[in-house]
Each structure stands twice: as structure tokens, then as C-alpha cells.
């Protein structure tokens, strides 16, 4: 059949969770056996997020092919549990580097370059694409920021288009908006959805659906005055309500009957969903057996959206373990030795997470001496193997001022440097080692036993590695190399010899989680940290009643 579009645009007020929405929806028609995507439009000037701070702009989310993209596509890719690229996320810079590189090629002949049509035909051909593969029944396309937002024309515009380019009964417009609750009034009111869905009939766009975001419930009247104000059936009104976890909001939106008006919207023949592993998911997060602490060392704790793929991570890995994971988010910025004991009492494992800059690094360091020590489960990730590189180098090895070059460029011992490829790379933007790449694992390590496999795949996202002048050395003292990149004999996982798990990766393991596919990685991390909390007895064990639906 021909693709059909879903355009998703939202208003009143950001975080309203169209991503969150978004796949759930494309969970609930994958569900039914057609093939979707999502794809998100960003509207602002940066070509990626690769540059943004954390606090700007939370995770930075990498693809297989080396695309740093908005962290809605982690969300993408838990949900649907399928790869995205380079395609599926688009920004406003990456639109105008494109057109005028093209108008300094002399692709447009002379003509006078504008917003409309070039700008707009640039943003229809990016969404096109993805459609015309043929890899896709559906491509659900997530428009950022809120309707009326200047940034956002062009892209609201470009849709307008692009439903007459395709036809009208090849797409479908869903808007997400706020119905707030006045807790003084007792009332849940409906202008703030008025004026935003008049917004957006003003920019050229009809509503085909609504999705309201409420704390109450949206009674029959309610929900009939937004479809009467608004001009859409009242069965096109969806409430999207609080839940306990994101993972339960494609079974609330079942409950209210989206896909399947969206499925009868497209006149589209699709299988009943199947939702039972999903369900059994969700029972598994909702109802765990176990709690135990796991400490996340880094210095961007007070804005965790800059660490949701790991949090996520431990979702999928305790579900897994029947084992609820309590993150207790540890600033490395005011870390030390006088304190080291107070902020890790009671943790069962300790995870470094990844970063850049030499900010936070002495907390991190003491962190990791607590854990190698104290034989506390202990992830690195990135960084925090090249920490847990440099702490065993000084506090092992007895190689004083050990340090990787980022920080000091005049260390003696360099046990972490700069890439070779990168020591000529001015530009920061897209120009690290990015992507997914190869590596060999060692038999006999926890890696290789996590994995079940000698050979994986990982993404990455660094321009730092250990230097292979010292793995002779750490290795001599404990610290064995047990993954390489076969092309370059890169190092990409070291283990500790005389610890239960001690593991540092150079890769993102939490990029390639999944609620189908949890990554081994943490599964295996997790499982380590509940031995110790029972060896320990710092698990707290749960006496729930299971329920037989969780929601």
C-alpha cells in the first residue's frame, strides 16, 4: 500500500510528551503488523544536538550510522525496537546548511532563494524520503516545540503542503494539547485547547484527532465540548492521563481507542494488537519482587533527561531480574573522600557515567576507588572507563599523575589520549568517533558471558581512548583488556581480575536497550548488584500482590 503520514504537533505548553505519545502509537500499530517509523522535526538552528549543552538539551541520543540526534528517537527505538538513522531526526539547521549549500552549487539556477518553496520543499523532501523506501506502511512525523512558535512555521507550512502532495486520505494530523484542571475551581478547563487548535487553523492545519493531557479524567461533556469547539468528532478526543511509567501509556491509549480510529481514519486493514509481552513488561516494572540502590556518579545529576537512556536501561535490566532499580543520582562535582561513605551507604553497584571535561573527575575517581575496593559492582561507561583507567593506572599500578590528556595535557603517564584520527579536527560538530563499530570479546569475561556471542556491535561517541602503550602494564596488575575493535585494535572493555564486576566499556550499552531487547550489559550489572544486596542484606524484598492486568 502506499505510506500514509501521521503528522504529530503539540500546544499550550512543551513536555506535554509527544514523543512519549508518538511511540506508543507507533507501538500500537507495529502491534498490528504494519511496518512504521517516527520521524522528528527540530526546529531549532543547530544542525545536531551533538554541540548542545546536556542542560539545553538533555541526552544525546547515537544512532548506528553516527547521527547525534534528539533523545525522542531512544524513545523510538525502546518502543518500536527497531534502528533509527540519520533520517529519522531533521533539524532547521541541517535545512538551511543543506539549501544553501545547493544555492552556492548553483542548483537553483539563479532563482531567489526563500523560505517557501525552498525551505519547505526541503523539509517535505526529508519526510518523503523515509516514506518513498518502501521500508514503511506508516511514518509517524513528530513536529518539535508548540504550534505559533515562530521557529515552527516552516515546518506546520510544509505539512499543509505535503497532505495535498500526497493526498488527503494518505495523512492524518493529531494534536496534542492541555486541558489543565483548576484545583480552587474544581474544573478541568478547555480554552488553553481552543486557542491552540485555533492556532493551528490559522497556520493552514485542520486537526484530524486530539489528544488531551489532563491529571482527571475528560468526562462525556467535557470531551463533547472540545469536539463541538474544535471541530472533530468527540470520538476523536483522546484523554492521555498521568501514568506510573512511560510504558504504560500505549495500554492507556488502547483503552481510549486510538489506533484504532487512526486505523479507520487511513482505511487501513491491520491485524488485532498483540500487546502480550508488552503487558508482561509492564507487570514485571509495576510489580517487582526486589529494590535494591544503585549509585550514578556524573556531574549532570540534577538534569537527569541528560542521562534517560541509562535510566531506561535499568528499567529493562530490573524487569528482567524481577527487581525494582533505585537510581541514587550522586553529583562527582561535590564528591570526596570526606563524604564518599554518607553519599554510597547502602548502594549495591556503582555506575560512572559517560561526560566530557575534566569537571567531576576527582568525584568519580573516588567513587570508583570505593568500588574497586569495596568489591561493589561497578559500569563505566565511556568516560568512566577512561576514570576507572586512570584510577587503577595511579592507585595500582603506582603510576603517579596518571591522567588522560583531555584533562592534563603534560601527564606523565597518558594512559588515556586523544585519537589519532582527531588530533587534526578543529570543528566540534559530528566529528568524533560516532556510530556503531565492532568488537572482539575476550572468552572468560563477564562481557562474554553477558553477551552469549564473541563478536558485537556497539555505538559510540568519543574522541579519547587508552593508550595502548599501557595495556601491557595495567594488564600485568589485574586490569585485563577483554574487548577490541578488530579493524584498529582499539580497546573497548576492560574487567578487573580480582573483583566480581568490574567492567569499563568505551561504548554506549544504554543506546541499544530495548523493552524487547534488554541489553545484556546492564542485565548482567544488575544481576551482580542484587548478589551483593542479598550477600549484603541491603535488598529490600517486596510483598506485592501481582496483578493479572497491570493497568
Known amino acids: 500500500m502506499e505510506p500514509k503520514y501521521i503528522f504529530v504537533t503539540g500546544g ?46 538533555g541526552e544525546v541520543y547515537v544512532t548506528d550510522d553516527g547521527a547525534e540526534t534528539d533523545l525522542d528517537l531512544g524513545h523510538y527505538e525502546r518502543f518500536l525496537g527497531i534502528p533509527t538513522s540519520q533520517d529519522n531526526n531533521v533539524t532547521t539547521g541541517r535545512i538551511y546548511y543543506d539549501v544553501i549549500t545547493k544555492e552556492r552549487q548553483g542548483a537553483y539556477l539563479g532563482q531567489t532563494v526563500q523560505v517557501i518553496p525552498h525551505i519547505t520543499d526541503e523539509i517535505k523532501a526529508r519526510v518523503k524520503a523515509i516514506g518513498d523506501s518502501g521500508k514503511y506502511d506508516i511514518v509517524i512525523v513528530e513536529i518539535g516545540g508548540t504550534v505559533g512558535d515562530i521557529e515552527g512555521l516552516p515546518y506546520i507550512e510544509a505539512m499543509r503542503q505535503l497532505r495535498y502532495d500526497v493526498g488527503r486520505l494518505n495523512t492524518l494530523s493529531i494534536h496534542l494539547t492541555l486541558v489543565p484542571y483548576l484545583k480552587a475551581a474544581g474544573e478541568l478547563k478547555t480554552k488553553p485547547t481552543q486557542h491552540s487548535v485555533k492556532t493551528i487553523y ?120 524481577s527487581c525494582e532499580v533505585e537510581i541514587v543520582w550522586i553529583s562527582s562535582d561535590y564528591l570526596n573522600e570526606e563524604n564518599l561513605e554518607s553519599q554510597l551507604n547502602g548502594v549495591s553497584g556503582v555506575l560512572v557515567a559517560p561526560g566530557f571535561g575534566g569537571r567531576g573527575i576527582d568525584g568519580k575517581l573516588a567513587a570508583i576507588t570505593h568500588a574497586r575496593k569495596q568489591k561493589l559492582p561497578f559500569l563505566g561507561i565511556c568516560l568512566g572507563m577512561q576514570c576507572a583507567v586512570i584510577e587503577y593506572a595511579r592507585n595500582v599500578c603506582g603510576m603517579d599523575g596518571a591522567n588522560s590528556t583531555e584533562f592534563d595535557p603534560e601527564t606523565p603517564h597518558p594512559i588515556v589520549d586523544l585519537m589519532l584520527e582527531q588530533k587534526n579536527i578543529n570543528d566540534k560538530g559530528g566529528t568524533m568517533r560516532l556510530g556503531a563499530y565492532d568488537c572482539s570479546l575476550e572468552e572468560r569475561s563477564h562481557t562474554a558471558r553477558a553477551y552469549g556471542e564473541k563478536l558485537i ?55 541499544k536497550s530495548t523493552v524487547e531487547k534488554p541489553h545484556p550489559l546492564f542485565v548482567n550489572f544488575v544481576a551482580a548488584a542484587l548478589k551483593y544486596a542479598n550477600e549484603n542484606r541491603l535488598v529490600e524484598h517486596l510483598r506485592r500482590e501481582r496483578q493479572e492486568k497491570p493497568v
Open 457 to 511: 556491535s556497539e555505538r559510540h561517541r568519543h574522541r579519547y581512548e587508552l593508550n595502548n602503550k599501557y595495556r601491557d602494564e595495567l594488564a600485568s596488575h589485574g586490569l585485563r583488556v577483554t574487548g577490541i575493535n578488530p579493524e584498529r585494535d582499539l580497546v573497548e572493555i576492560v574487567e578487573a581480575e580480582d573483583h566480581p564486576w568490574f567492567v569499563g566499556v568505551q561504548f554506549h550499552p544504554e543506546l
Open 202 to 321: 490559522e497556520l493552514g492545519m485542520q486537526p484530524d484527532m486530539l489528544v488531551c493531557r489532563a491529571e482527571v479524567p475528560l468526562d462525556h461533556g467535557i470531551r463533547r465540548k472540545i469536539a463541538q469547539f474544535c471541530n472533530v468528532e468527540i470520538e476523536d478526543v483522546t484523554a492521555s492521563l498521568d501514568a506510573r511509567s512511560i510504558y504504560e501509556v500505549p495500554l492507556l491509549m488502547k483503552e481510549e481507542g486510538l489506533d484504532q480510529r487512526v486505523i479507520r481514519k487511513l482505511q487501513i486493514q491491520a491485524d488485532e494488537p498483540d500487546l502480550t509481552s508488552w503487558i508482561r513488561f509492564v507487570d514485571a516494572v509495576s510489580h517487582p519482587d526486589h529494590r535494591i540502590r544503585i549509585a550514578l556518579v556524573g556531574k549532570y545529576v540534577d538534569h537527569q533527561d541528560a542521562y534517560m537512556s541509562i535510566v531506561e536501561s535499568f528499567r529493562h535490566a530490573g524487569a528482567v531480574n
Open 12 to 57: 499550550v505548553t512543551s513536555s506535554l510528551g509527544k514523543g512519549i505519545i508518538c511511540s506508543s502509537l507507533g507501538l500500537l500499530l507495529a502491534t498490528r503488523g504494519l511496518r512504521v517509523t517516527i520521524q522528528k522535526l527540530d526546529p531549532y538552528i543547530n544542525v545536531d544536538p551533538g554541540t548542545m549543552n546536556p542542560y539545553e538539551h
